[in-house]
């Protein structure tokens, strides 16, 4: 076989990761000679999905520490019910990347554009719900919408009028800077309440719609409102009751894959168990040298590495827990607006110091993403959580313990534990702890695109991400065979 | 007469290793064409879209080829999803091409969904001068399989039509498996111009 060191390549990607992945889709039309490699013998990196074999299987590069204190535990008890057990392991898929995607964001429109959408099930992110720690009930669904704020009786009258004004606020922040700018540094909750007069129970509820891993003293303002706009008005954008997808198989895992699949299509060639041991920038030939773990050398004009962690302090790590449950916990998933599509996801959100435990204190939030059997990630009559904090040393009996708050609290009584995969995650460049797709991995991609493919990307003869169809989805191809 | 995009369509997988003649027959199969020349690997196909009728009712056929993917064996896992049949093709002239089928068909068996329609293909049936696999041991296989079997030259077009036929024929006869690979009500459409290729409902 042709050895890969014969080749001159022009681009060399270490990695296929979701960055990496979607990079080499920005490629895929270019007529760049294109080696897309990973040290892993599985796609994704730090956004790959799992069989539970693969869980098995899987141990983390302690070199790079993004994965640690990897924890696995099965259920052992043997009972008859199918639902009320592991099934087998192919009929998993565990993904590290449970990150939903809001219906605003700019990676759907180039998935659209780019036509690898084809490829690709969006599901729809239904019911929000928040835990209160007091009850009853324990969970309250959040508010879809304006006619769903007019409809709670659970606000009374001045404080609806309060978050209308929020809201109204809100959705048109940036035209607004002289209600925020002069406190763009404060907490989001000092604001709501001096600013807006919200309760102590509706700063919570509009705290959850960040998605903020911090304590609410450190969710300040500027960071929060561009993301409570986001989620506001992405509700409705491709149907009504929701504002959020996840891609069917495993979310970034799987987008990860079929960009991968784009790349080859175009002509990439994929390595996969092969990292890049070094990498040497030769200068006066304006080429790098890169040496693989196989034993071969290649030259290339671009080399995109493998992203290491973040700058040092900024550098953040979450704690994760993923649980498979013997329950679909249907209760989370009710259709609240008409003509919505099932909801695959409902998303549970413990505010600080909701859970009570003796051992610790819960000073961040937790977030549990709740995948229905619909995603293909478990077997019919199961579901799939997954549960993420900020890392502290108390943060597993958090998440064990936000695991069962949330299992009680549904009062389905089949529901319990069948697994539970716990581990620890450095932020990464590339994957940044967030529970929502960030738009800035785009921003990256295409200046990475930018500088690959040289005046083709600045002169506008490539746009970037802008695809005609593949031939063969043209009729013209279609024959009318007879048997 | 329905439109093309309503019909049910089904969704078959290319496999097996590098040079057996995937392509070739494919492109045979949907273009009637076939290139002499020996080319490393398939740029720029992702599918091929095929209309087959099987006993009067029109399918339309997704056809997947590996892109390269094979070459290192880096298919992923999602190139499987919601596939109702695999056809494995090895290449008659040569003997390590027959000897890695095993490995193709435990990859297949993993990672298709249960009840795909399996079919193993000799290819390069012109080149029998230079054959290294007996049809025998190509059937062998294949009934060690439970799946069907054939020997086809793209060059010369004969059988080039059989496996696709018949891996549909078996296909169309598992209700089952047919409504599995349909999209469900669930799925969320983000493309301006309806919903991805999938989603014929094909009942």
Request: charged share 25%.
């Amino acid at each position: 076989m042709e050895s890969l060191s014969d080749t001159k390549w022009d681009v060399v990607i270490s990695g296929t990761g979701l960055q990496h992945s979607l990079l080499a889709l920005a490629l895929s039309r270019s007529d760049k000679k294109i080696l897309h490699v990973d040290h892993n013998e599985y796609y994704g990196g730090a956004e790959a999905a799992f069989s539970l074999q693969e869980v098995d299987e899987w141990h983390p590069d302690s070199s790079t520490g993004t994965f640690q204190n990897v924890t696995l535990w099965k259920d052992d008890a043997d009972t008859s019910s199918q639902s009320n057990k592991l099934s087998f392991s192919r009929a998993y898929t565990l993904t590290l990347s449970p990150q939903i995607i809001y219906t605003k964001s700019k990676l759907l429109g180039q998935l659209v554009s780019s036509k690898v959408y084809r490829q690709l099930e969006f599901q729809a992110v239904g019911n929000w719900w928040i835990y209160n720690g007091e009850g009853p009930p324990l969970l309250k669904r959040l508010p879809n919408g304006r006619e769903d704020i007019f409809r709670d009786q659970g606000i009374d009258n001045r404080a609806k009028r309060s978050l209308m004004k929020f809201l109204k606020f809100v959705v048109d922040f940036e035209n607004q800077p002289e209600l925020w700018e002069a406190d763009s540094e404060c907490s989001l909750q000092d604001f709501l309440s001096s600013r807006f007069q919200l309760p102590p129970h509706l700063q919570s509820i509009i705290t959850a719609l960040t998605l903020s891993l911090d304590t609410p003293g450190r969710t300040i303002v500027k960071w929060a409102l561009p993301r409570i706009s986001r989620h506001l008005t992405s509700i409705g954008v491709f149907g009504p009751g929701f504002g959020a997808v996840i891609p069917k198989w495993g979310g970034g895992a799987e987008i990860a894959q079929v960009a991968c699949r784009a790349g080859a299509v175009g002509g990439g060639v994929y390595v996969l168990g092969t990292g890049v041991t070094n990498a040497v920038d030769d200068r006066d030939k304006e080429r790098w040298r890169i040496e693989l773990s196989n034993g071969e050398t290649v030259g290339t004009k671009h080399y995109i590495p493998h992203s290491g962690s973040a700058n040092g302090s900024n550098s953040r790590m979450v704690s994760k827990t993923i649980a498979v449950v013997s329950s679909t916990l249907s209760s989370l998933f009710v259709n609240s607006t008409e003509g919505s599509p099932l909801a695959a996801v409902s998303v549970v959100v413990f505010p600080s110091g909701t859970l009570h435990l003796e051992e610790a204190t819960q000073d961040c939030p937790v977030y549990v993403m709740v995948h229905s059997s619909e995603t293909g990630e478990c077997p019919a009559g199961q579901c799939v959580l997954y549960a993420t904090t900020l890392y502290s040393a108390t943060s597993k009996p958090i998440l064990d313990a936000a695991l069962s708050s949330l299992i009680k609290s549904t009062e389905c009584s089949d529901a319990r534990l069948l697994y539970t995969l716990y581990y620890d995650q450095q932020e990464d460049i590339s994957s940044p702890c967030d529970l929502a797709f960030d738009d800035r991995i785009l921003e990256n991609v295409e200046e990475q695109w930018k500088e690959a493919m040289g005046s083709e990307g600045a002169d506008g003869s490539s746009l970037f991400m802008q695809f005609e169809e593949r031939r063969g989805i043209n009729p013209d191809d279609d024959n009318d065979d007879d048997y | 007469m329905a439109s093309d995009e309503s019909l049910p369509t089904l969704k078959i997988l290319m496999i097996g290793p590098s040079g057996a003649g995937k392509s070739a027959l494919l492109i045979r199969y949907c273009d009637d064409q076939f290139d002499n020349e020996y080319s490393t690997a398939t740029i720029g196909v992702d599918f091929k879209l095929k209309k087959l009728s099987v006993h009067g009712k029109p399918y339309r056929l997704n056809l997947l080829d590996t892109a390269g993917q094979e070459r290192f064996r880096t298919l992923s896992n999602s190139y499987y999803r919601g596939a109702h049949g695999v056809i494995l093709v090895y290449d008659i002239s040569n003997r390590d091409s027959f000897a890695a089928m095993e490995r193709w068909f435990e990859e297949a068996e993993t990672n298709a969904m249960p009840g795909a329609v399996m079919y193993l293909v000799g290819s390069k049936l012109d080149k029998t001068a230079a054959r290294q696999v007996s049809a025998d041991e190509g059937q062998r296989l294949a009934e060690k399989h439970g799946c069907s079997f054939c020997e086809v030259s793209a060059k010369t077009r004969e059988n080039v039509r059989k496996p696709f036929v018949d891996i549909v024929n078996a296909i169309v006869k598992d209700p089952k498996l047919l409504s599995a690979g349909s999209r469900r009500g669930g799925t969320v459409a983000v493309g301006g111009e309806g919903e991805g290729w999938g989603s014929g409902c094909a009942c």
